[in-house]
C-alpha cells in the first residue's frame, strides 16, 4: 500500500522518519547530518512504502552509530590523552550551538594551559589587542587559544600538558575561545577534553 503526499497517515511516516533521523545525527558529525539532512530533503518528495521507511530509516540510524565508533575509534588510535585549557573558580564552558568552539568565561583571571604536549608554532595579536596561540602535537593534532591578555611562551618553545601557556584577564567580555584541529579542520572538542573539570 502507497501513501499519497498530503493525507495524514502520509505525514505521520513523515514525523517518524524525521525523528528517526534525528536520533540518528545526534550521533554524527557535522559532515554526516548535513548529507542525511540533504539526503531526506530529496527522498521526502517521494511516495513510500511503510517497509522502505522503515528500512531507511534504520539505515540512517545504523550510518549515526558507525560515524560515532569510527570517530572514537581515531581517538583511540592516537592515543592523546588532553586536558582543560583552564582553570578558574567559575570558570564556565559555552558551546553556543558550535561543538567545534568552545568559549570559556569568568568573572575571575583563567590561567590558560596546555591541553597537551607539542610546540608552540602561533602567537599572534588580535585587532582587539587579545593574543592567539596555537600548539601542534604531532600526529595532525592541534590546539588554537585565542581570547588571551597575557602570554608566557613564544613562537617554537615546547610546552608540556598542564604547563601554563598564558591567562585571560577578569573582566567582562573577556574569554578563552577553545579549539582542536585534526589535520588542520576545526573537529568536536568534547571528544577530546576530560570528562572531569579542573583535569590539566
Known sequence: ?????????????????????VIAVKKMDAAIANQAVAFLESQIKKDYEVAELISEGKRLAAKGENAAKETIARISEREVKMGFPVDAE??????????????????????????????ITK??????????????????????????????????????????????????????RFQICEEGKSVNASAYLPVEKGKK
Do not use: P
Not at 585571560?168 to 578563552?176: I, Q, S, W, Y
Open 1 to 21: 500500500m502507497g501513501f499519497k503526499k498530503g493525507t495524514l497517515l502520509w505525514q505521520l511516516l513523515v514525523c517518524v522518519l524525521i525523528l528517526l533521523t
Open 90 to 119: 567559575g570558570a564556565v564552558a559555552v558551546w553556543n550551538g558550535n561543538s567545534d568552539l568552545v568559549k570559556y568565561e569568568s568573572e575571575n583571571e583563567m590561567q590558560v594551559y596546555a591541553v597537551s604536549g607539542g610546540t
Open 123 to 176: 602567537v599572534t595579536e588580535e585587532n582587539d589587542g587579545t593574543i592567539s596561540l596555537k600548539i601542534e602535537h604531532g600526529k595532525d593534532l592541534s590546539s588554537v587559544y585565542q581570547g588571551c591578555t597575557e602570554v608566557y611562551v613564544q613562537k617554537l618553545d615546547k610546552v608540556k600538558r598542564g604547563q601554563i601557556i598564558g591567562a585571560v584577564a577578569a573582566g567582562k567580555g573577556n574569554a578563552l
